[in-house]
T-cell receptor, first 116, second 114 residues
Framework: SAVISQKPSRDICQRGTSLTIQCQVDSQVTMMFWYRQQPGQSLTLIAT?????????ESGFVIDKFPISRPNLTFSTLTVSNMSPEDSSIYLC?????????????FGSGTQLSVL | AQSVTQLDSHVSVSEGTPVLLRCNYS??????LFWYVQHPNKGLQLLLKYTSAATLVKGINGFEAEFKKSETSFHLTKPSAHMSDAAEYFCVVSRNSGNTPLVFGKGTRLSVIA
C-alpha cells in the first residue's frame, strides 16, 4: 500500500500571503487529487493533479487561486494564494494506486490552515 | 451527477447497542460506494467499499454495509458499538464509472455513550 506524506501538517498564515502544501507518495500512483475540508464540513474536491500538465479544476476553484503542480508520478503541490480567513480549512492530498486486480485510494493526514 | 445524502448529521448510541448510519445515493452509473471514517485529528480511513460484487460488504472493525439498488441506499451498520467507534463517518460515491474522483456526503458524527 502507498503511504502519503503531507506537509506542513498545520500552519498559521497572514492574510494576503501564500502557502504551498506538499504531497509525497512513497510509490508511483496513477492519479492524485486535492480536497478541502472546511470547519465542520465534508470534503470537497478542488482539483485532479495531472502529471506533466495543468490540473483539472472543479467548479468554483481556479488555477490563479489554487495553482497545482505534479512534476512526476509521486509528488504534487497545492498553493493557496493570496489567502483570506475564508481559506482556513484542512487541505487533503489523495492518491489512487492501480494494480492488476485492485484499485486503492489513499489520503494524506491533511494540512490544517488558519488564516488570520 | 453522482451524489450521496447522509440522513443524520449526528447519531448517538450506547456502548454495546447496534449502530445504523444511513446513506442514500444518486448515480447515473452503476456506482462504487464507500464508507470512510475520520477520527479526531487523524486522517481518513477506508471502512469498506462496494464495487458491484456482493451486495453485503464487510469492512474493518466489525462494520458492514448493504447495497440496495431498489432503495438507492448504502447504510452502514455494526451489531455492537464500542467507545472507540466515536468518530465522523462519510458516505462516498465515485463520480465516474471508475472509482475516482470521490464525492463525499456531509458526514455523520457518531457518539458512543458509556
Amino acid at each position: 500500500s502507498a503511504v502519503i506524506s503531507q506537509k506542513p501538517s498545520r500552519d498559521i498564515c497572514q492574510r494576503g500571503t501564500s502557502l504551498t502544501i506538499q504531497c509525497q507518495v512513497d510509490s508511483q500512483v496513477t492519479m492524485m487529487f486535492w480536497y478541502r475540508q472546511q470547519p465542520g464540513q465534508s470534503l470537497t474536491l478542488i482539483a485532479t493533479a495531472n502529471q506533466g500538465s495543468e490540473a483539472t479544476y472543479e467548479s468554483g476553484f481556479v488555477i490563479d487561486k489554487f495553482p497545482i503542480s505534479r512534476p512526476n508520478l509521486t509528488f504534487s503541490t497545492l498553493t493557496v494564494s493570496n489567502m483570506s480567513p475564508e481559506d482556513s480549512s484542512i487541505y487533503l492530498c489523495s492518491a489512487r494506486q492501480d494494480s492488476l486486480r485492485n484499485e486503492k485510494l489513499f489520503f494524506g493526514s491533511g494540512t490544517q490552515l488558519s488564516v488570520l | 451527477a453522482q451524489s450521496v445524502t447522509q440522513l443524520d448529521s449526528h447519531v448517538s448510541v450506547s456502548e454495546g447497542t447496534p449502530v445504523l448510519l444511513r446513506c442514500n445515493y444518486s448515480s447515473s452509473y452503476s456506482p462504487s460506494l464507500f464508507w470512510y471514517v475520520q477520527h479526531p485529528n487523524k486522517g481518513l480511513q477506508l471502512l469498506l467499499k462496494y464495487t458491484s460484487a456482493a451486495t453485503l460488504v464487510k469492512g474493518i472493525n466489525g462494520f458492514e454495509a448493504e447495497f440496495k439498488k431498489s432503495e438507492t441506499s448504502f447504510h452502514l451498520t455494526k451489531p455492537s458499538a464500542h467507545m472507540s467507534d466515536a468518530a465522523e463517518y462519510f458516505c462516498v460515491v465515485s463520480r465516474n464509472s471508475g472509482n475516482t474522483p470521490l464525492v463525499f456526503g456531509k458526514g455523520t458524527r457518531l457518539s458512543v455513550i458509556a
